[in-house]
């Protein structure tokens, strides 16, 4: 059941002063703010009740600006400072946050800004060795007393796989982990090697379901901690090796590799370095591959507020990208593609309804800003694989000439291989 963790449309706007009333600039600056959100059913109220509507059909929520200093940052650079000003409190939403994004988006595609090129000038920095354990730790390493409050008993951070919509998330998860196994055809005595294994529940499962070694790396110390603890705990340290170091450390020959939710941190400009580490490792004689990622339709950068606060270095390719940058030129040949973007959306609407059950624990530990960042990212997320912004690809594949592939797809949902 989504929860409405935004201000409630008819809430009253402030009284205005006779310091912070609008001038005929501010009133003019609305005017182009509000057209420039073209067909989207978002309306506009400025910090003395000034309203502006969209031009056509109904409103779905406004947003309340309540200083000079936010209306001019959303003229300037919207993609940024509305995350700014929604996390500082400078913004807010009346009416439902997810719902007011979706339809945004939904509006904005078709008017075909999903289509045209991008016009930021982004000045990227290549994710280093230095630089990709900064990023990790900013998002990863935040503690996992918080990701515990909200994600599944696992702690999987990535899209889960719903074989039914009603499915609940814990389900969902492993089911998710299960259709990886199935899709790379895991047998017994297998060895594999995981590039970002998050919190260790993959690289878990296919050891004691599937009977394979797994060698698991990744540069997030609070995850390879708790993945260590697991393993010992569940008695698996024999056979699932966490390694806290980079994917582009890999050394060895293994039946399988797979990542997930890894290759939106890689960059473009490291793409050359992962190809080379799966021509490497993989196994040329029946070796299969698997790479889950967050991706997109087009070539577009990633959301800057999105970039700067949440996910530093991110980049989110197209199959177009991954294939041609990494797949191709490696003699690799793609074997199965799937997009599960509408899992992915479910996945979120999960996420929000139990952040908002522990949203109290979460501003305790990290105050009020930092609970408006993530609502926003989270129902940011939600709405922008609802209307196909985003996409989630999962894509299987060999080295191009090897026939030891499946003859059909049976192995994904029947008993066959």
């Not at 990023?135 to 409050?149: E, P, Q, S, T, V």
Request: aromatic share 10%; net charge positive; hydrophobic share 35%.
């Amino acid at each position: 059941m989504r929860q409405n963790s935004s201000t409630d449309i008819d809430t009253a706007v402030p009284e205005p002063s006779q310091a912070s009333t609008p001038r005929a600039v501010d009133r003019w600056m609305l005017s182009l703010l509000q057209r420039g959100f073209g067909t989207a059913p978002v309306g506009f109220v400025l910090w003395d009740g000034t309203q502006s509507s969209p031009p056509d059909g109904p409103t779905a929520g406004r947003l309340l600006v309540k200083d000079r200093r936010t209306l001019v940052g959303l003229l300037l650079d919207p993609e940024l400072n509305f995350g700014e000003a929604y996390s500082s409190g400078r913004l807010d939403v009346l009416g439902d946050l997810p719902s007011l994004l979706e339809q945004t988006y939904r509006a904005w595609e078709q008017e075909g800004r999903n289509r045209r090129p991008p016009r930021r000038f982004t000045l990227r920095r290549p994710n280093t060795l230095r630089r990709a354990r900064e990023n990790i730790h900013h998002h990863y390493d935040i503690g996992n007393d918080f990701y515990r409050l909200w994600l599944d008993e696992q702690m999987l951070y990535t899209c889960a796989y719903f074989p039914a919509p009603g499915e609940s998330l814990e389900r969902a998860q492993v089911a998710k982990m299960d259709h990886v196994c199935r899709k790379l055809r895991l047998r017994p005595g297998d060895k594999v090697v995981e590039a970002g294994c998050g919190w260790g529940a993959l690289a878990l499962h296919m050891a004691r379901h599937y009977g394979v070694e797994v060698k698991a790396f990744n540069i997030s110390t609070e995850q390879i901690r708790y993945g260590r603890g697991r393993a010992r705990a569940e008695g698996l340290e024999g056979r699932v090796e966490f390694i806290e170091d980079d994917y582009r450390t890999i050394r060895g020959r293994f039946d399988a590799f797979v990542s997930v939710g890894m290759l939106e941190h890689v960059g473009r400009e490291k793409y050359a370095e992962l190809r080379e580490v799966i021509g490497r490792c993989l196994r040329r004689d029946g070796g299969r591959g698997l790479l889950h990622f967050i991706g997109r339709d087009r070539v577009r950068s990633l959301n800057p507020w999105i970039r700067r606060r949440i996910f530093p270095g991110a980049y989110p390719p197209t199959l177009r990208e991954t294939l041609e940058a990494i797949l191709e030129p490696g003699g690799l040949s793609v074997i199965d593609v799937e997009n599960l973007r509408l899992h992915y959306a479910r996945t979120l609407e999960h996420w929000q309804e139990r952040f908002e059950g522990a949203v109290e624990q979460v501003r305790a530990m990290f105050g009020e800003p930092f609970v408006r960042a993530w609502r926003l990212y989270l129902a940011g997320s939600q709405a922008a694989f609802a209307t196909g912004w985003m996409q989630l690809f999962q894509v299987v594949f060999a080295h191009t000439g090897d026939n030891d592939v499946a003859w059909t797809r049976d192995h994904m949902y029947g008993a066959g291989s």
